[in-house]
């Protein structure tokens, strides 16, 4: 099988995000991969131990991805590919992204491509269907269990804590949701060996795309922090009372109701 | 110069911590508490290749290198002293000598299981009435016909209970000079004549096993002696060199792991209307133990990676060792002290700090040996 798996380097959910400019401060941030394509890279491995084939990790972003791409490849992937776009894309969205994976993928066999449910910064969980859409292949969203039977796929999806369950055909391009496995370690064998694994690194123009062909379709008028939890209040006094403040206030303060 | 670490070291440090965090960290007050070695912790950790770190592939290592190894140490003690000096013990006392000394049918026999993490190794140097003074070991091997018959008694032997090899040290003959020839001889745990108990009560690093070993007439074949017969002191003074390294890197994780609980502490603390952490007193310790654990760092990554270019390391490593392991000392004082009455608490965790951090002050050379080591490194 040949498998493909979309990861993006995400900040460390721990980390605390620090806007200065009208920019995410990204100075001194611990990276990480994203949590949710960790679960794509696992199954993806997983998949390849049971079946053969192959398993190549595709990543958009600069040369610092290298790191999240060489973990991967530690974990077990066969094959990296980082699409350095650092001196060509200044400004990028989903469609720029979708449209960058379109040009890879136009000249690739692939079996199974999967994605992360959701990129944990700016969680728009768009890539994978989009470019499902854009391959003209099915897809199936936020999938627990997955199963490959010869060229049919036995799926178990999460539906807001429900489970439903499907078969989809290949080629087919998931989107994986915690509880799909539990990603393991990187050995260190693994990690020592990773080095020697392919790397291979692209430039929009190798894939014959323009900075234009990529322009974002959206533009970011401002980005803000939510604003800080403040102290609660007590009410106090006869219940009466409070339940009458309490109304008042969830009317004229906070205009909830 | 390039302070900058390799991208393996990068993701090695990643993974050790993740894996500190993740299947240590719930455990660790239960470790300390129960002082029982949690085997388990290690099986894992050798299937994560942690136990071959500074051993070739070839001998069932993972074919890094003394600085990703110090760095993996680092992320245990951090979370786990007990864990962290069962880890270092292993990999520097247990196995190192083997891969320094020994013949390759030793390394194929006893290296291979220890690298890959089947099997723990134990260095029995330590008597009851020899410590600093090595050179005292009461322990004897005597060759009759192509055995060595092994007597004495061995004390403070870290991991020996789930040991499948000692690396035992004796006094084999006497040189020229009328002076003790002292070798190292691999002995099997399940050896007739080895009796290995672990009864102690110790102050710290209660969930590392330490073990006493008694030798009563063990017989070995004369093929596991290890090394060069002549220079097993010289070895095994190499050994002590590179174990430095490591017991200086546990340290720095616990003076790590000190930094941290204080400073997330003295953060949240509210005393007489603000976080402690705007008083002058907190921040003078706070920046006091912050400087120290980062120069702590850089000694122990420079004693590792002297020995990674194979240069002279035997001063870096005592510096190393003395400083880190004081660090570890003085910054888990004051994060207790930080911490107040709830600092004396085990929950908080650091009174542990403090207690496993005595322990690598003592352990593997004195602060005081260190000093002497230095002083003749110096020419005195």
Redesign the interface.
């Known amino acids: 099988m040949n498998i493909y798996v979309l990861m993006k380097r995400t900040f460390d959910t721990e980390e605390k995000i620090v806007i200065s400019n009208g920019r995410i401060e990204e100075e001194g941030a611990e990276f990480?991969i994203n949590p949710y394509d960790e679960y794509a890279i696992e199954e993806a491995i997983q998949l390849r131990d049971e079946h053969g084939g192959e398993v190549t990790v595709v990543t958009i972003g600069s040369e610092d991805a290298?790191?999240q791409l060489?973990?991967a490849l530690?974990m077990g992937a066969d094959k990296a590919v980082l699409i350095n776009t650092e001196d060509d894309v200044e400004e990028s969205d989903q469609f720029t992204t979708v449209k960058i994976l379109e040009a890879f993928f136009d000249d690739k066999e692939y079996d199974l491509i999967l994605a992360g449910n959701v990129a944990i910064d700016q969680a728009s969980g768009q890539i994978g269907p989009r470019l499902a859409e854009k391959l003209n292949i099915p897809y199936v969203t936020t999938i627990t269990n997955l199963k490959i039977d010869g060229d049919t796929a036995h799926i178990e999806r999460d539906v807001e804590g429900d489970v439903e369950k499907l078969d989809a055909s290949l080629p087919l391009l998931v989107t994986c949701q915690q509880g799909l496995n539990e990603p393991r370690?990187?050995?260190?064998?693994?990690?020592?060996k990773?080095?020697k694994k392919p790397l291979e690194e692209l430039e929009l123009d190798d894939l014959d795309l323009d900075e234009d062909d990529v322009e974002p379709k959206t533009k970011t008028i401002e980005v803000f922090l939510p604003p800080a939890k403040e102290a609660g209040k007590v009410l106090e006094g006869e219940i009466d009372d409070q339940v009458k403040e309490l109304v008042s206030l969830l009317r004229n303060e906070s205009k909830v109701i | 110069m390039n302070f900058e670490l390799s991208k393996e070291q990068e993701m090695t440090r990643k993974m050790v911590r993740d894996f500190a965090e993740g299947v240590i960290q719930p455990r660790t007050i239960e470790i300390d508490t129960k002082a029982e070695f949690p085997a388990d912790i290690f099986d894992q950790m050798g299937e994560l290749g942690l136990m071959g770190i500074p051993f070739p592939e070839q001998y069932g290592g993972s074919d890094g290198d003394t600085l990703t190894y110090a760095i993996a140490v680092e992320e245990i003690g951090r979370i786990c002293g007990s864990t962290g000096l069962s880890y270092a013990a292993a990999v520097s006392l247990g196995a190192s000598p083997i891969y320094y000394f020994g013949t390759e049918e030793q390394k194929q026999k006893f290296l291979v299981p220890l690298a890959k993490g089947e099997a723990l190794g134990a260095f029995g140097l330590t008597e009851p009435n020899a410590g600093s003074d090595a050179g005292g070991t009461k322990t004897t091997a005597v060759l009759d016909g192509d055995e060595y018959v092994i007597n004495g008694e061995k004390c403070f032997i870290t991991n020996a209970s789930f040991a499948k090899t000692i690396t035992v040290t004796a006094v084999t003959g006497k040189d020229d000079r009328g002076k003790n020839i002292i070798s190292a001889i691999l002995v099997p745990t399940d050896t007739k004549g080895l009796t290995i108990t672990s009864n102690y009560d110790k102050m710290g690093v209660r969930g590392s096993d330490t073990a006493e070993i008694v030798l009563e007439d063990v017989r070995v074949p004369k093929e596991n002696l290890l090394g060069d017969p002549q220079k097993g002191f010289k070895q095994f003074l190499y050994t002590l060199d590179g174990g430095r390294i490591s017991i200086a890197a546990l340290g720095l994780g616990i003076a790590q792991a000190s930094l941290e609980k204080a400073l997330a502490y003295a953060k949240e603390r509210k005393q007489f209307g603000q976080s402690i952490s705007k008083f002058q007193a907190i921040q003078f310790k706070l920046a006091d133990i912050a400087m120290e654990v980062e120069l702590a760092r850089n000694m122990v990554y420079k004693a590792a990676w002297l020995k990674d270019q194979e240069k002279n390391f035997t001063k870096e490593a005592a510096y190393a060792k003395l400083f880190a392991t004081e660090t570890a000392f003085r910054a888990a004082n004051q994060a207790i002290q930080i911490h107040g009455g709830y600092g004396y608490m085990r929950e908080y965790e650091v009174e542990r700090y403090l207690r496993d951090a005595k322990l690598l002050e003592i352990g593997e050379g004195t602060s005081e040996v260190q000093r002497l080591v230095i002083a003749r490194q110096l020419g005195c």
């Open positions: 990480i290298e790191k060489r973990t530690a370690y990187p050995s260190l064998p693994g990690i020592m990773a080095k």
